[in-house]
């Protein structure tokens, strides 16, 4: 008897050129499918490994596509050297957000994939080719939004159509940007999983919340002006949380408790968001 991981699943790995990300979103009944299917670098591209997973085809297709080679010649060279090619599916983006699919010719029903500008969309044991067809479609009439939402947004229109016909266990959202990440110091602003849940789509995007709260980007034209009395009553709530002394000062130690320092910028201007955080405190 085979052995080996079935990640039966759907997924979708895409890019937005004019923002510079490349992505993967994946759900699966499959415990932590966010260890083994999404692969993704910045400049390069993203690739979605799975049915009987080959984690490999990830840090392998990255290398290839590194090199210069499409996400087709890609996708053609590492199934060719597989002998398991016939039991894996898999979905690349490159650089240039070329698309291919690949779904052997043993994966189990419902088994197929689809492609466009910017997206490579697969799934097995599914529900239908519904579930496929629910992401392609979503992410191709959600142009112009940011692709963490464009991804989520594909995940929930699949699940809808029908998803992983054995239900729904983990699910991971994976986006790259050079630079992009926390305080500009990391190429990774979303890496989020969700690795055992009832409902793993809803935890998902209950988290990508939180992460937006914390680590996402207000226009600086929102930003709060900080007069005198608005900072003497921020002071005095600061103060009443036990963070003293100056107004700069102790706002920056209350940020950088409350996991908000990404969203500072000095005293003189605030971020709606750290504003409001620090007026929910008593």
Avoid at 40 to 61: I, K, L, W
Avoid at 167 to 174: E, K
Wanted: aromatic share 6%.
């Amino acid at each position: 008897m085979d052995r080996r991981p079935l990640v039966a699943t759907y997924s979708i790995a895409a890019c937005d050129l004019e923002a510079r990300q490349w992505g993967v979103a994946v759900q699966s009944k499959f415990l932590a499918v966010g260890s083994l299917c999404p692969f993704a670098e910045p400049e390069v591209g993203a690739v979605a490994t799975q049915s009987f997973v080959n984690p490999r085809y990830g840090p392998d297709g990255l290398a290839l596509l590194r090199q210069g080679l499409s996400a087709e010649e890609t996708v053609e060279r590492l199934t060719a050297a597989d002998d398991g090619r016939a039991q894996r599916q898999l979905g690349i983006v490159d650089a240039r957000g070329r698309a291919a699919t690949y779904t052997g010719a043993e994966c189990f029903d419902w088994a197929g994939g689809r492609t466009g500008p910017c997206y490579a969309a697969q799934g097995n044991i599914l529900v239908s080719e519904a579930t496929v067809d629910g992401l392609a479609y979503t992410f191709e009439r959600t142009a112009g939004r940011p692709l963490a939402l464009r991804l989520l947004d594909c995940l929930d229109a699949a699940q809808t159509a029908g998803g992983d016909s054995r239900g729904q266990q983990s699910a991971s959202l994976l986006v790259v940007e050079k630079d992009g990440g926390y305080a500009g110091l990391s190429d990774t602003p979303v890496d989020l999983r969700v690795d055992d849940h009832e409902r793993p789509l809803e935890e998902l995007r209950r988290i990508y919340g939180i992460h937006e709260t914390l680590f996402g980007t207000t226009p600086k034209d929102d930003w709060v002006d900080v007069d005198p009395e608005l900072a003497g009553e921020l002071s005095d709530r600061l103060a009443q949380l036990g963070y003293e002394g100056d107004f700069p000062g102790a706002l920056r130690r209350w940020a950088g408790t409350e996991n908000l320092e990404d969203r500072l910028d000095g005293a003189e201007r605030l971020d709606p968001v750290v504003l409001e955080a620090l007026r929910r405190n008593p």
